[in-house]
Structures are given as structure tokens and as C-alpha cells.
């Protein structure tokens, strides 16, 4: 199956919002005239199977221990990237950063089964600036882990990939915006 083609279908056809006025806010606090809601192709069956297969297919030759990022946008990816792992029989742990420490019990701000030492990828659906992102890696590296790099689904062109490379991780995206966008008007 050529996955890369089919999620790019999915995406154009249940994710991609466009209107011809900037209503959509983002999580930089922008206004933009589009829209990519991922989470309608990360949260099902057949586009979380899909995305697990892509990431899994573009992280496995570096041997990883875990995959993971800040939540909400990362967990379906490394949930999914996880299970197609184990499926290869190359098991590849999920893990999860809250945006704070737990209020309470041990007050972990990384949840899954990592250790100090692993070696992960951080992962995320869409990336503007690169600021979610980076605090994940940030997270992750003072929790002790080795960042390998940094994945997304959609780079939205907007700073992100300058500003993560700037802090010297490795970026890598499935798509671009403008693989979208140059068939429509915006």
C-alpha cells in the first residue's frame, strides 16, 4: 500500500479547513486562512494505521526506544507508531509529556515506560513555530533521554523547522503545507 499517498488523500479530503478570511486561531495565537485538524485522520482506525506504518517505516533503521511528545497531538501518533512496532517485532514505547508536571502522586511530567538514557523521537501532528515541539524536547532531555530528532505530519512553512533546527535537532516532515495548498487559492 502506498501509504504516504493514501493519508495525503485522507488529509485533503477530512483535515484541510481553507476559507478565504483568517477565522481559524492557532496555537500560536495567529489567525490563519487555513486549517489542518489532524486529529480527524489520528484518531481513527485506518489514518492512526497508516501514520503508525509512515513513522514507524522513517524511524526504525535508528533503533529508537520511544516515541512520543507533548499531549494531545503526539499520543495517537506514538500509540500508533508504537503498536505497528511491536507488530514488526521491534517494540518501540510510547511515551507521553504532559504540558505540566502532575499535580499530584510522583508529580512526572513524562508518563510510559522510558528510563534514563533512551534514546526517542519526538512526534506531533502539525507544527507552526516549533514551540510545542521544542518543549517536548525539552522535557525529554532533562528527564534524560537522547532526542534523535523531531517528526511532524504537516509542517506549516511558518518558522517551525528554522527554529527547532536552530536548537540543534534534526527535523523531519511527512508533509509540507504547500503540498496542499498550491491547488487552492488562500
Known amino acids: 500500500m502506498d501509504y504516504k499517498g493514501k493519508l495525503k488523500e485522507l488529509i485533503t479530503e477530512r483535515a484541510l479547513k481553507v476559507s478565504d478570511?483568517?477565522?481559524?486561531?492557532?496555537?500560536?495565537g495567529k489567525l490563519s486562512t487555513y486549517y489542518m485538524d489532524l486529529?480527524?485522520?489520528t484518531l481513527d482506525p485506518e489514518g492512526?494505521?497508516?501514520?503508525?506504518?509512515i513513522i514507524y517505516e522513517m524511524i526504525k533503521d535508528k533503533n529508537p526506544?520511544?516515541?512520543?511528545?507533548?499531549?494531545?497531538?503526539a499520543d495517537p501518533i506514538s500509540y500508533a507508531t508504537s503498536i505497528v512496532s511491536y507488530i514488526n517485532k521491534n517494540p518501540?514505547?510510547?511515551f507521553v509529556v504532559r504540558k505540566e508536571p502532575k499535580g499530584h502522586g510522583t508529580g512526572k511530567q513524562i508518563e510510559g515506560n522510558m528510563k534514563e538514557g533512551d534514546r526517542v523521537f519526538i512526534?506531533?501532528?502539525?507544527?507552526?513555530t516549533g514551540g510545542s515541539s521544542l518543549k517536548a524536547a525539552k522535557v525529554a532531555k532533562d528527564f534524560g533521554m537522547e532526542i534523535l530528532g523531531i517528526i511532524t505530519i504537516?509542517?506549516?512553512?511558518?518558522?517551525?523547522r528554522e527554529n527547532i533546527e536552530k536548537e540543534g535537532f534534526d527535523f523531519i516532515s511527512v508533509f509540507k503545507i504547500s503540498d496542499f495548498?498550491?491547488?487552492i487559492n488562500t
Open 21 to 28: 478570511k483568517p477565522i481559524f486561531k492557532l496555537s500560536s
Open 39 to 41: 486529529r480527524t485522520i
Open 48 to 53: 492512526g494505521f497508516i501514520i503508525g506504518n
Open 65 to 73: 526506544d520511544g516515541v512520543g511528545g507533548l499531549t494531545l497531538g
Open 92 to 94: 518501540i514505547k510510547p
Open 123 to 128: 512526534v506531533e501532528d502539525v507544527v507552526t
Open 154 to 160: 504537516i509542517d506549516r512553512e511558518e518558522g517551525g
Open 181 to 183: 495548498l498550491k491547488n
